[in-house]
């Protein structure tokens, strides 16, 4: 995000995430659990993550 719209947008919408996340865990008395590691690829989808990589290697040449 930090190179699409600035760092300083990034790190207000980090501060954002983390924010929402504790009140989440606050207002349902949750605990803290890890994702893991494959949590946003798995959400993405395959097909996205490959075409989003193809790319990727297109742009570097």
């Keep these: 995000m930090a190179t699409r719209h600035g760092k ?3 790190i207000v ?3 954002h995430s983390i924010l929402i996340a504790v009140w989440h865990m606050l207002t ?18 395959k097909t996205r993550q490959t075409r989003r990589l ?6 570097l040449g």
């Design 13 to 15: 919408a980090v501060q």
């Design 54 to 59: 193809v790319a990727q290697l297109n742009n």
């Design 28 to 45: 349902h008395d949750a605990a803290c659990h890890e994702l893991g590691a494959g949590y946003f690829t798995e959400r993405a989808g």
């Design 8 to 10: 300083k947008r990034a």
